[in-house]
C-alpha cells in the first residue's frame, strides 16, 4: 500500500489517498518525513527505533520483527525496542485531509488485461493471478462538483476528522421510523358493545396498548444529516395520536395507518340516540352531551312550594293575636316532604312545572295569604295556616290564633294546673293557674310548717357538716407533722454519709501525695543518671558521624576520576566506530560496483553469443 495521488478531472487540483486508511484523502502534498519508508504511506501509530528512524506499528511487526534491522539503515534493532513517535503524531494531526462525506466510490476503471505467454511457468502465473484479484473492484474519487451541494468542501485537520464525521451535515442517513400502531383493548366485549352504543352507563374500565404483530416495516430513505429533520416531519411511518385523541381514544401509530383507524375508531362522533340530532364521540363526551341533552327524559323532582316557603310556628316570645313566626323543619309534616314524580323530556321540563306540575305551581291562602303548592292548599288551610282562630284546648272560653295558643298555654290560660311553689320544701298539691293565690291563702300553716321544718333540717345538716370538716383538718395535720419527722430524719442520715465518705477521701488523697512525692524523687535521680549517660552517647555518634564523613568525600572524588576515565574511553571508541563504519561503508560501496561491473559484463558477453548463434 502506497500514497495515491487523485486528480480531479477539468482541474489541476491533485490530492493524495492512504490506501491504508478507510477514505481518507490529504489535500496538500504530504512531507516526506511523515511517510513510512517500509510501506509508502502515512504513518499509522508511528514508533521510532534507537537509531531515530520511524516505522508504522504494523510495519515494525512484519518487517522488522522477522529481519531485525533498520529498514533505513540497516542497523540491528529489536522491535521490543521501538518506541511510540509522538512528535509525529503531532504533525500527522495537523495535516489537512478532506471530509469523508466530500468522496465517493465508483467502479475501478481496469486497465488492460495482462498478456498470457503460453510458455510461462506455474510461478508466474500464480503471480499474474494473484495480481489480478488484489486490483480493487472500486475506488475513492473526489466529488469536487458536488462540493457545497450534496457532498462537504471543509478541510480539516486529521486529528478531527472522526467527530467532524459524527456530525457533518452532509453525512448520509436512512430513516429508522417503523410502520407501527398501538391499538386499545378493552377486557370486557360488552363494555365495548356499550360504548359503541353511546350507552353511558357502560362500565369504563382502563384500556391496554398493544403492538400489532403485522408491523414493523422500516421507512429506509436516504438523505443527509441536515435534511433529516425535515423528513420525519413528512415521513410516512411519522408516530402520531389519533384525531379523536382528545374525545378519549389512546391509539397511537404510524401516519400512513391514521386514516384506516380514523374509520374505525370507537370514539368517533356519534349521532346522539335520543334523536336531538347531535354528533358527540363515545365516552365521557357521551355521557356529558346525554346530562344537557334537550331531548334526555328526566324526572320532575320538584319539592312542594310550601317547603320552601314560610312554615310558620308559634315564637315565644309573641304576643297573643300576633301572627308573626318563624320557620319550622318538614318533619313537622311530612306530606310535604314529597316530590313530584312525573317524567318528562328535559326541554319541557320548564313548561311542566309552570302549567301541569301541582307541586311547583303555587296559589296564595286567603287567611294568611302565603303562597302554597296547589295540591296542598286545602290541608294548609286546615292544619298548618298561622292566621286560622280556634277555642282554648284547656276549655277557658278564649278564642286565639293558630300561633298564639302555646304561649296562652304556657303563660296565660287559667284553667292549665301547675304545681304549688312549695313543692320543693313537700307540698303535693297541683291546682289550676287561677285557683294558685286561694290555695296558697288557705295552706298558709302548713306551709309555715315545712318552712320551719326544712329550717331545722338545715341547721342540723350545717353541724354535721361543721364537724366532719374540723375532723379532716385535724387528720391532715397530722399527716404533715408525720412527713416533717420523716424528711427530717432522712436529710439526718444523708448528712452523716456524705461526712464520712468526705473524711475517707481526705485521708486517701494524704495518702497519694505520700505515694507520688516519694515517685518524683526516684524519677528526678532517673532523669539525672540518665543525662549523663546520654551525653556521652551523643559525643560518641558525634565521632562516627565525622569519620563516615571523611570517607564519603573520598569515595566520591575516586568516583568522579573513575567517570572522567570512562568519558575518554567512550569518546575514543566512538571516533574509531565512525572510522570503521565509514570503511565498512566504502567497502560496501566497492563490493557493489564489482558486483554491477560483473553482471554487466556478463549480460554482454551472452548478448554476443546469441547473435553470433543467430548469424550462423
Not at 273 to 287: D, E, L, R, T
Request: hydrophobic fraction near 35%; include cysteine.
Amino acid at each position: 500500500m502506497v500514497l495515491k495521488e487523485l486528480g480531479v478531472k477539468g482541474t489541476d487540483a491533485v490530492f493524495y489517498q492512504s490506501t491504508k486508511r478507510d477514505r481518507v484523502v490529504f489535500v496538500d502534498e504530504v512531507p516526506p518525513g511523515l511517510l513510512c519508508p517500509v510501506c509508502r504511506d502515512v504513518f499509522i501509530a508511528p514508533k521510532i527505533a534507537t537509531c531515530g528512524h520511524p516505522v508504522c506499528e504494523e510495519c515494525v511487526r512484519k518487517v522488522v520483527k522477522q529481519t531485525g534491522k533498520c529498514f533505513s539503515c540497516s542497523a540491528f534493532v529489536d522491535h521490543n525496542d521501538y518506541l511510540p513517535d509522538e512528535l509525529s503524531e503531532v504533525k500527522l494531526g495537523d495535516l489537512k485531509v478532506l471530509c469523508r462525506h466530500a468522496l465517493g466510490l465508483r467502479e475501478a476503471q481496469q486497465e488492460d488485461e495482462e498478456e498470457v505467454d503460453l510458455d510461462e511457468d506455474e510461478a508466474a502465473a500464480a503471480a499474474r493471478i494473484k495480481r489480478r484479484e488484489g486490483r480493487s473492484a472500486v475506488e475513492v474519487f473526489v466529488r469536487f462538483e458536488d462540493f457545497d451541494d450534496t457532498a462537504c468542501s471543509l478541510a480539516l485537520p486529521l486529528r478531527d476528522l472522526d467527530r467532524h464525521g459524527e456530525t457533518c451535515e452532509f453525512k448520509p442517513l436512512m430513516c429508522d421510523l417503523c410502520d407501527m400502531e398501538e391499538e386499545e383493548k378493552d377486557d370486557d366485549d360488552e363494555d365495548e358493545i356499550g360504548k359503541e352504543n353511546g350507552d353511558p352507563r357502560a362500565t369504563m374500565r382502563p384500556s391496554k396498548l398493544g403492538a400489532r404483530g403485522d408491523v414493523g416495516r422500516v421507512c429506509g430513505f436516504n438523505c443527509m444529516l441536515r435534511d433529516m429533520p425535515h423528513h420525519r416531519t413528512t415521513c410516512e411511518n411519522r408516530l402520531v395520536n389519533c384525531t379523536f385523541a382528545n374525545f378519549g381514544c389512546r391509539w397511537r401509530g404510524s401516519f400512513r395507518r391514521l386514516s384506516a383507524h380514523g374509520s374505525q375508531c370507537r370514539v368517533r362522533p356519534r349521532l346522539c340516540p335520543n334523536g336531538c340530532g347531535a354528533q358527540v364521540s363515545v365516552g365521557p363526551m357521551m355521557k356529558r352531551h346525554l346530562d344537557m341533552c334537550p331531548m334526555g327524559e328526566v324526572a320532575c323532582d320538584a319539592p312542594d312550594a310550601e317547603a320552601d316557603l314560610a312554615i310558620c310556628r308559634p315564637v315565644e316570645d309573641a304576643e297573643e293575636g300576633d301572627v308573626a313566626g318563624a320557620l319550622v323543619t318538614v318533619g313537622e309534616h311530612p306530606e310535604l316532604a314529597k316530590k313530584c314524580t312525573a317524567v318528562v323530556r328535559r326541554v319541557d321540563l320548564k313548561r311542566h312545572r309552570m302549567e301541569h306540575c301541582e307541586f311547583a305551581r303555587a296559589a296564595k291562602c286567603r287567611r294568611c295569604h302565603k303562597l302554597v303548592s296547589a295540591r296542598s292548599l286545602q290541608s294548609h288551610e286546615l292544619t298548618r295556616c298561622t292566621a286560622a282562630e280556634e277555642l282554648c284546648p284547656e276549655g277557658c272560653g278564649m278564642v286565639l290564633s293558630r300561633t298564639a295558643v302555646k304561649r296562652h298555654l304556657e303563660v296565660a290560660c287559667v284553667k292549665v294546673r301547675e304545681d304549688c311553689a312549695f313543692k320543693p320544701l313537700g307540698c303535693t298539691a297541683r291546682v289550676e293557674r287561677g285557683e294558685m293565690a286561694a290555695h296558697t291563702h288557705r295552706a298558709s300553716g302548713q306551709h309555715l310548717e315545712l318552712l320551719r321544718r326544712g329550717l331545722l333540717d338545715a341547721r342540723s345538716r350545717g353541724e354535721a357538716f361543721r364537724m366532719e370538716i374540723d375532723a379532716h383538718r385535724e387528720d391532715i395535720a397530722q399527716q404533715l407533722e408525720r412527713r416533717r419527722k420523716d424528711a427530717m430524719e432522712t436529710l439526718t442520715r444523708k448528712e452523716e454519709s456524705v461526712r464520712e465518705r468526705v473524711e475517707t477521701a481526705k485521708e486517701e488523697d494524704a495518702k497519694a501525695r505520700k505515694v507520688l512525692a516519694g515517685k518524683v524523687d526516684v524519677l528526678k535521680r532517673a532523669m539525672a543518671d540518665q543525662s549523663s549517660t546520654y551525653s556521652g552517647q551523643l559525643l560518641d555518634m558525634f565521632t562516627d558521624i565525622s569519620e563516615l564523613r571523611n570517607d564519603f568525600e573520598r569515595f566520591k572524588t575516586r568516583c568522579e576520576d573513575g567517570m572522567r576515565a570512562l568519558r575518554k574511553d567512550v569518546d575514543s571508541n566512538r571516533v574509531k566506530a565512525e572510522a570503521l563504519f565509514s570503511e565498512v561503508t566504502e567497502e560496501r560501496g566497492d563490493a557493489v560496483g564489482a558486483y554491477k561491473e560483473h553482471v554487466t559484463r556478463a549480460l554482454e558477453d551472452e548478448e554476443k553469443h546469441l547473435t553470433i548463434t543467430s548469424l550462423s
